[in-house]
């Protein structure tokens, strides 16, 4: 039922997502606060099995027993930090936006994390600080034999052409078409970013981008598309239009009626 989490995962296995997990929490300890690495270590207890979490705000906020605005807020930090990536579903049967999807993303730079250099001595200023019992996961030590197992971080595309590009290659096999879909993007987007009420989009019509994508090439799995790059200029024609149309896209974990497939 929940194997499409699979498509959004970035490790294979749970022991280099339990690694990662540690990682980001030990690299931005400082960072984060309690409530951040609660989230954080849900979303890791959900993405255990398809390596990627489908979690209503509702779920967050009843098991780590905080407020709507509080998990909101610490899922930005954790978007903002580079922990974690947020993708918006759209159902693709039942129609409409459901849950988000939550994947937490390897680690940038896994060197700094490695074991210390042997000249390097422990200070009194860098004391490891006690922490809460409810944190068990996220703040128990390290054992270094663990990190030295992890594998290297898979090199993720930054730009959004290199992330259509390679989303292209690992489906059908053809990455000559990224730049069919990255026009369509453009001109579509353009047209809203000129407008002062939109200018601060631009993160959301690339996710959008992203979303449209998946959607195509999901459908040629159940039909002849002739035209791929003009059925995704429909479909992301229909999620910018549905995500302009209501906010509900961005702050709430609601279905908007009406979404249609072309």
């Given at each position: 039922?929940?194997?499409?989490l699979?498509?959004y995962?970035?490790?294979?296995?749970?022991?280099?997502l339990?690694?990662?997990?540690?990682?980001?929490?030990?690299?931005?300890?400082?960072?984060?606060?309690?409530?951040?690495?609660?989230?954080?270590?849900?979303?890791?207890?959900?993405?255990?099995?398809?390596?990627?979490?489908?979690?209503?705000?509702?779920?967050?906020?009843?098991?780590?027993?905080?407020?709507?605005?509080?998990?909101?807020?610490?899922?930005?930090?954790l978007?903002?930090?580079?922990?974690?990536?947020?993708?918006?579903?759209?159902?693709?049967?039942?129609?409409?936006?459901?849950?988000n999807?939550?994947?937490?993303?390897?680690?940038?730079?896994?060197?700094k994390?490695?074991?210390?250099?042997?000249?390097?001595?422990?200070?009194?200023s860098?004391?490891?600080?006690?922490?809460?019992?409810?944190?068990?996961?996220?703040?128990?030590?390290?054992?270094?034999?663990?990190?030295?197992?992890?594998?290297?971080?898979?090199?993720?595309?930054?730009?959004?052409?290199?992330?259509?590009?390679?989303?292209?290659?690992?489906?059908?096999?053809?990455?000559?078409?990224a730049?069919?879909?990255?026009?369509?993007?453009?001109?579509?987007?353009?047209?809203?970013?000129?407008?002062?009420?939109?200018?601060?989009?631009?993160?959301?019509?690339?996710?959008?981008?992203i979303?449209?994508?998946?959607?195509?090439?999901?459908?040629?799995?159940?039909?002849?598309?002739?035209?791929?790059?003009?059925?995704?200029?429909?479909?992301?024609?229909?999620?910018?239009?549905?995500?302009?149309?209501?906010?509900?896209?961005?702050?709430?974990?609601?279905?908007?009626?009406?979404?249609?497939?072309?």
């Open positions: 039922m929940t194997t499409y699979s498509e995962a970035h490790f294979t296995n749970k022991h280099d339990d690694a990662a997990t540690r990682q980001h929490v030990l690299t931005n300890w400082d960072a984060m606060n309690q409530t951040e690495r609660a989230v954080l270590d849900m979303i890791r207890r959900y993405s255990v099995k398809y390596g990627a979490a489908h979690l209503k705000h509702e779920t967050i906020e009843k098991a780590i027993k905080k407020s709507n605005a509080t998990v909101r807020r610490a899922i930005r930090k978007e903002k930090l580079g922990i974690i990536e947020r993708i918006h579903y759209i159902r693709p049967v039942m129609s409409g936006l459901g849950a999807i939550y994947v937490i993303k390897p680690t940038s730079d896994q060197s994390l490695n074991t210390p250099k042997s000249d390097e001595k422990p200070t009194a860098k004391a490891e600080t006690a922490k809460p019992e409810t944190e068990a996961f996220l703040s128990k030590a390290i054992n270094t034999k663990d990190l030295k197992r992890t594998s290297p971080a898979e090199i993720v595309p930054t730009t959004l052409f290199g992330r259509m590009k390679s989303h292209l290659s690992s489906t059908i096999g053809e990455s000559k078409l730049r069919d879909f990255y026009g369509v993007y453009r001109k579509q987007s353009l047209q809203m970013l000129k407008f002062s009420i939109h200018e601060d989009k631009g993160e959301l019509f690339e996710q959008l981008a979303q449209a994508l998946r959607i195509a090439i999901q459908t040629t799995k159940s039909k002849t598309i002739r035209n791929l790059p003009g059925y995704y200029s429909g479909v992301l024609r229909e999620l910018i239009g549905k995500a302009l149309f209501s906010d509900a896209f961005m702050d709430y974990d609601v279905s908007v009626e009406g979404f249609f497939y072309r």
